[in-house]
């Protein structure tokens, strides 16, 4: 790499990106340091940037690592490099991680936590549907394994592909692929909000819709309220801040079984399960130019749904 141990320059395709401090603890626990994470960002990128090109990103950093504070970042700092795009909304100056140099200098800024709003730069309108299913702790992760299974089963029978991927934390998300720039968000409003009233129906004990935490119990909440304009998903692929440097891992739909722990997909292991099992969101894209969605909207308006 070049200079110092504290600071070194990687070369990619002509793009000088700075490396600050690699050696950097930033999961004491887990022992890993900046290098580790940067490398991870090389191996997933083509993984990774698929969900994040052309989208405004809301990044969170951890300039100490995850044992010490955090902030939100949305607006492009000044002294971004002159290679970071960035789109303008709302009078903030977002990021858009559209390369591998804007990635690792994300990543050199110590930024763990990428999250994405539904739609592309551009357009008002989803690319996609996102179920999130958030049990109360990483205890009760069973519940969103029996919820995230209920809602194949309907996508099943509405001709639907889903994909499902944990969140990185103590729940699983499901995502609907749709045609580019087809369907409003109050359109897919109507699909989340079907999905959510089935689940609470079917399991009442199991499943909830009630937004105060307090008022929950021990019930999985179905936020179907969050995806919407405006509001933000981790992507695929990203890790996030907590100390086992969890990944939120895409999964193929048969290792959804009750003794699936959120645990198993740690930063460190990632690579190796690519390798091993690939991609299990290696069709999303395609999936949304053959994912018939208005038959499902037709009949959700029939319902009055």
Not at 86 to 110: F, H, K, M
Not at 116 to 140: A, C, H, Q, W, Y
Not at 211 to 237: M, S, V, W
Request: charged share 30%.
């Amino acid at each position: 790499m070049g200079k110092s141990s504290q600071q070194q320059e990687l070369n990619i395709n002509g793009v000088k990106v700075a490396v600050t401090s690699p050696d950097k603890p930033l999961w004491p626990k887990k022992g890993l340091k900046k290098i580790h994470y940067l490398e991870y960002l090389t191996r997933v990128a083509p993984y990774l940037l698929p969900f994040l090109r052309n989208r405004a990103l809301t990044v969170i950093r951890y300039p100490h690592g995850v044992d010490d504070e955090r902030f939100y970042q949305k607006n492009c700092p000044d002294y971004a490099p002159d290679f970071i795009e960035t789109v303008r909304e709302d009078q903030i100056d977002y990021i858009v991680c559209n390369t591998l140099p804007s990635l690792l200098w994300l990543g050199n800024q110590l930024a763990f936590e990428l999250h994405i709003p539904f739609r592309k730069n551009g357009t008002s309108r989803p690319s996609e549907i996102v179920m999130d299913l958030d049990p109360p702790s990483r205890d009760e992760f069973v519940l969103s394994v029996e919820a995230a299974l209920l809602i194949k089963e309907v996508c099943d029978k509405l001709k639907l592909k889903a994909f499902v991927k944990t969140s990185g934390n103590k729940g699983l998300q499901v995502y609907v692929p749709l045609p580019e720039n087809e369907y409003t968000f109050d359109d897919t409003r109507r699909f989340t909000q079907f999905l959510a009233q089935f689940l609470i129906t079917k399991e009442p004990g199991w499943f909830t819709i009630e937004r105060l935490k307090k008022n929950r119990g021990n019930k999985c909440y179905i936020d179907f309220i969050q995806h919407a304009e405006g509001k933000t998903i981790i992507a695929p692929y990203s890790v996030r801040g907590n100390e086992e440097a969890l990944v939120a891992t895409p999964l193929w739909w048969d290792e959804l079984e009750r003794d699936l722990r959120p645990e198993a997909f740690p930063l460190d292991t990632i690579q190796q399960r690519l390798e091993k099992t690939g991609d299990p969101f290696a069709e999303f894209e395609e999936t949304k130019s053959v994912q018939r969605f208005d038959p499902v909207l037709d009949w959700l308006k029939e319902q009055k749904l």
